[in-house]
């Protein structure tokens, strides 16, 4: 049968999107295959969707679909050539920044018919022998925006870390008539002699040096001295005042800011810009020398070669989407994470499935290239006002927020590699309560770090500060607080607290540099002594949890068994669950899920009864924690560069085969010797 009869046979099955579909016309919803790739996508006429290669057949047998769009784009030869420019600038997608530049293509067209497996070439300004409906649906097709464009549109294309909000303070800026007149040149503080790094004071016309920064460069900070003793508010940066620009510093603010009344400020003080020329550097080429120096930039400018091959996955930054993909790269390092994903073409909704979604990431990285994971970044995104935004977010509370996503699609399994259980300790007189947790990051607090003041300090430092004990005053005594953590996790994520919330309700980072060791031992922060564990030998515990065996069924053992032996035997019968079947299936029938049944079961010796009366006597209960050594070794880290969490830029260092390999979104390279481990801001560690 000719390509004519076909279509006309299937004509029916073809359909007009709307404005409310979406047309997935640039990539395969299971894979990354594009249609810039060789063999392009086919993109079913029926539900949209895109498809791959070595998809498209299968697709077509499942879903009983007969007509695909089949689009490959060729790009065109660009004449320029490639352009490296130099990174100047702490943004993305503008002038000086970091750049990713879109290349030209031309389109090919065809029609293939399944079962039939024919492929009719067509032409987009030639669609009129082709059935009514057919050649409707396929101009709907091509004149659509596209599911991956419209997405994009929702968000920021670009990020700049240079964008200044125009001072308030400012606005209202009252400036004494005490007589100061500034000269042109030949500035020193006002308090010790510096000549570089001033700040004229626009409310009284002072200069004094500006802050000193972590590497020990910069001023004495009396700018900011003066500050707090005046609450003169607003300052600009000597040296850098010219026709066009100049730095200007909000201290009520505490940001970099845009005076729009500056030439009255300035001519306030006999100052005419355009009289001067830049004679020190701004605060932005400070910032980036600075982090060339203190080694955060150079995560992201690594001098070792580019790499490729399998297991190298380079993520596309989809306009502040770094976080997410500094993320992603740390947990394609923890295979565990991954085991639980199943089959995606199962799926009712594969481009609103996150198990789906990451199924694809996986492939992709098993295979290596670069890839443009806009679908999950679309799926993480939805509901969520942060991170739907194209604004640049916290990796921490991505992390934290991707894992509740995957327990509520995939349940607790993949979570479980990273989930460990603390115990908070209190004591008021000779009351102690107790009270457990589960987490999956730990978080520890910059000791003795002060905003504005640089500092470095070890991690053991920060660790004892989590496990200190901490005394509170209340009306019934001085209440005693102590954490730690009853069962470690095989991978343990570890986030120093370096953001905080300034009085302004604004977002900062303290500039410290953590001293961080690749193999650490957490045995101290074990907690051995819980509210529920004094009935039981803790010796015997010890030893079953030396043997591998977690803390909570250990414990559940010698309970029921009071022997060692005894306990033994119980754990090695309950693991045998295949012929639990029936009990588990009782427990499900009354709306418990599997994993609580077993749970249950395993706690009462497999009595169904006593499971009943555990389950509902533990409403909240945890899912369960691998608890194993306290032993780790670092396998990778995430590194922040700028100023708060709405700015800067994410990368990530991973391990692998002894090397690091630095991860900057497509770019994938090998680490500089000099690892900039001392300014990351979160690192993964595995169990020895």
């Given at each position: 049968?000719?390509?004519?009869?076909?279509?006309?046979?299937?004509?029916?099955?073809?359909?007009?999107?709307?404005?409310?579909?979406?047309?997935?016309?640039?990539?395969?919803?299971?894979?990354?295959?594009?249609a810039?790739?060789?063999?392009?996508?086919?993109?079913?006429?029926?539900s949209?969707?895109?498809?791959?290669?070595?998809?498209?057949?299968q697709?077509?047998?499942?879903?009983?679909?007969?007509?695909?769009?089949?689009?490959?784009?060729?790009?065109?030869?660009?004449?320029?050539?490639?352009?490296?420019?130099?990174?100047?600038?702490?943004?993305?997608?503008v002038?000086g920044?970091?750049?990713?530049?879109?290349?030209?293509?031309?389109?090919?067209?065809?029609?293939?018919?399944?079962?039939?497996?024919?492929?009719?070439?067509?032409?987009?300004q030639?669609?009129?022998?082709?059935?009514?409906?057919?050649?409707?649906?396929?101009?709907?097709?091509?004149?659509?925006?596209?599911?991956?464009?419209v997405?994009?549109?929702?968000?920021?294309?670009?990020?700049?870390?240079?964008?200044?909000?125009?001072?308030?303070?400012?606005?209202?800026?009252?400036?004494?008539?005490?007589?100061?007149?500034?000269?042109?040149?030949?500035?020193?503080?006002?308090?010790?002699?510096?000549?570089?790094?001033?700040?004229?004071?626009?409310?009284?016309?002072?200069?004094?040096?500006?802050?000193?920064?972590?590497?020990?460069?910069?001023?004495?900070?009396?700018?900011?001295?003066?500050?707090s003793?005046?609450?003169?508010?607003?300052?600009?940066?000597?040296?850098?005042?010219?026709?066009?620009?100049?730095?200007?510093?909000?201290?009520?603010?505490?940001?970099?800011?845009?005076?729009?009344?500056?030439?009255?400020?300035?001519?306030?003080?006999?100052?005419?810009?355009?009289?001067?020329?830049?004679?020190?550097?701004?605060?932005?080429?400070?910032?980036?020398?600075?982090?060339?120096?203190?080694?955060?930039?150079?995560a992201?400018?690594?001098?070792?070669?580019?790499?490729?091959?399998?297991?190298?996955?380079?993520?596309?930054?989809?306009?502040?989407?770094?976080?997410?993909?500094?993320?992603l790269?740390?947990?394609?390092?923890?295979?565990?994470?991954?085991?639980?994903?199943?089959?995606?073409?199962?799926?009712?909704?594969?481009?609103?499935?996150?198990?789906?979604?990451?199924?694809?990431?996986l492939?992709?990285?098993?295979?290596?290239?670069?890839?443009?994971?806009?679908?999950?970044?679309?799926?993480?995104?939805?509901?969520?006002?942060?991170?739907s935004?194209?604004?640049q977010?916290?990796?921490?509370?991505?992390?934290?927020?991707?894992?509740?996503?995957?327990?509520?699609?995939?349940?607790?399994?993949?979570?479980?590699?990273?989930?460990?259980?603390?115990?908070?300790?209190?004591?008021?007189?000779?009351?102690?309560?107790?009270?457990?947790?589960?987490?999956?990051?730990?978080?520890?607090?910059?000791?003795?770090?002060?905003?504005?003041?640089?500092?470095?300090?070890?991690?053991?430092?920060?660790?004892?500060?989590y496990?200190?004990?901490?005394r509170?005053?209340?009306?019934?005594?001085?209440?005693?607080?102590?954490?730690?953590?009853?069962?470690?996790?095989?991978?343990?994520?570890?986030?120093?607290?370096?953001?905080?919330?300034?009085?302004?309700?604004?977002?900062?980072?303290?500039?410290?540099?953590?001293?961080?060791?690749?193999?650490?031992?957490?045995?101290?922060?074990?907690?051995?002594?819980?509210?529920?564990?004094?009935?039981?030998?803790?010796?015997?515990?010890?030893?079953?949890c030396?043997?591998?065996?977690?803390?909570?069924?250990?414990?559940?053992?010698?309970?029921?068994?009071?022997?060692?032996?005894?306990?033994i035997?119980?754990?090695?019968?309950?693991?045998?669950?295949?012929?639990?079947?029936?009990?588990?299936?009782?427990?499900?029938?009354?709306g418990?899920?599997?994993?609580?049944?077993?749970?249950?079961?395993?706690?009462?010796?497999?009595?169904?009864?006593?499971?009943?009366?555990?389950l509902?006597?533990?409403?909240?209960?945890?899912?369960?924690?691998?608890?194993?050594?306290?032993?780790?070794?670092?396998?990778?880290?995430?590194?922040?560069?700028?100023?708060?969490?709405?700015?800067?830029?994410?990368?990530?260092?991973?391990?692998?085969?002894?090397?690091?390999?630095?991860?900057?979104?497509?770019?994938?390279?090998?680490?500089?010797?000099?690892?900039?481990?001392?300014?990351?801001?979160?690192?993964?560690?595995?169990?020895?």
């Open positions: 049968m000719s390509a004519e009869s076909l279509l006309s046979q299937y004509a029916s099955t073809a359909r007009v999107p709307t404005e409310s579909n979406e047309v997935f016309k640039d990539e395969c919803i299971y894979s990354f295959v594009r810039e790739d060789e063999g392009g996508i086919y993109v079913c006429l029926n949209f969707y895109g498809l791959g290669p070595s998809v498209v057949h697709f077509s047998a499942r879903k009983n679909s007969h007509i695909f769009l089949h689009i490959r784009r060729i790009q065109e030869e660009d004449k320029e050539g490639p352009k490296d420019a130099k990174v100047t600038r702490l943004a993305i997608g002038e920044g970091f750049q990713s530049k879109a290349p030209a293509y031309r389109q090919e067209l065809a029609l293939l018919i399944l079962p039939e497996n024919v492929s009719l070439p067509i032409q987009e030639a669609l009129d022998s082709l059935p009514l409906q057919v050649a409707a649906s396929v101009k709907g097709v091509l004149n659509s925006k596209g599911a991956e464009y997405q994009a549109l929702q968000e920021t294309a670009s990020w700049d870390g240079e964008n200044r909000i125009v001072s308030k303070v400012a606005l209202e800026l009252a400036q004494l008539d005490n007589g100061v007149k500034i000269p042109s040149s030949g500035w020193k503080c006002n308090r010790c002699d510096l000549q570089n790094n001033l700040w004229l004071n626009l409310t009284d016309g002072g200069i004094h040096c500006g802050r000193r920064y972590p590497d020990g460069t910069g001023g004495n900070g009396h700018a900011l001295d003066h500050y003793e005046t609450g003169f508010p607003l300052a600009v940066k000597l040296g850098t005042i010219t026709t066009t620009a100049a730095d200007v510093y909000s201290y009520a603010e505490d940001d970099m800011v845009e005076d729009p009344l500056l030439d009255t400020h300035l001519a306030h003080f006999g100052i005419r810009r355009q009289h001067l020329e830049k004679t020190d550097q701004s605060m932005v080429e400070l910032e980036l020398e600075l982090n060339q120096r203190t080694a955060e930039w150079r992201a400018e690594s001098q070792g070669p580019s790499l490729k091959g399998p297991g190298l996955l380079g993520l596309t930054n989809l306009g502040n989407s770094c976080y997410m993909n500094a993320t790269q740390c947990l394609l390092a923890v295979p565990e994470f991954w085991t639980s994903l199943p089959d995606p073409s199962q799926s009712a909704t594969p481009t609103t499935d996150l198990a789906v979604q990451l199924y694809k990431l492939k992709a990285a098993q295979a290596g290239g670069v890839v443009r994971p806009w679908m999950l970044k679309r799926i993480i995104g939805r509901g969520h006002s942060e991170f935004s194209g604004r977010q916290d990796a921490h509370e991505l992390l934290l927020h991707l894992l509740t996503l995957v327990e509520r699609r995939l349940g607790n399994e993949p979570g479980t590699a990273f989930r460990f259980t603390v115990q908070e300790r209190t004591t008021v007189g000779s009351r102690t309560n107790y009270e457990q947790r589960q987490e999956s990051v730990l978080s520890l607090p910059m000791h003795g770090v002060k905003p504005g003041e640089g500092a470095r300090i070890s991690l053991d430092v920060c660790l004892a500060a496990g200190a004990e901490e509170i005053e209340m009306n019934s005594g001085t209440a005693v607080k102590r954490s730690g953590i009853l069962a470690f996790p095989p991978y343990l994520w570890i986030q120093l607290k370096k953001f905080y919330l300034a009085d302004d309700w604004t977002a900062k980072k303290l500039q410290v540099e953590v001293d961080v060791p690749d193999e650490i031992s957490l045995d101290w922060l074990r907690v051995t002594e819980t509210a529920n564990e004094p009935d039981v030998n803790m010796e015997h515990l010890a030893m079953l030396d043997m591998g065996f977690s803390r909570e069924l250990a414990h559940s053992a010698l309970k029921t068994t009071d022997s060692l032996e005894g306990a035997v119980w754990m090695s019968q309950g693991d045998v669950t295949a012929s639990r079947d029936e009990e588990v299936a009782s427990l499900v029938s009354m418990f899920t599997e994993e609580q049944a077993r749970r249950a079961l395993k706690h009462t010796n497999y009595d169904v009864e006593r499971a009943i009366d555990w509902f006597s533990h409403p909240e209960e945890a899912p369960q924690v691998e608890d194993g050594s306290a032993t780790y070794e670092l396998i990778g880290f995430i590194t922040h560069m700028g100023a708060s969490t709405h700015t800067g830029h994410y990368v990530a260092h991973i391990r692998r085969d002894g090397k690091w390999i630095l991860f900057n979104d497509e770019k994938i390279q090998e680490a500089s010797q000099d690892l900039p481990k001392s300014t990351a801001y979160m690192y993964l560690y595995r169990r020895k």
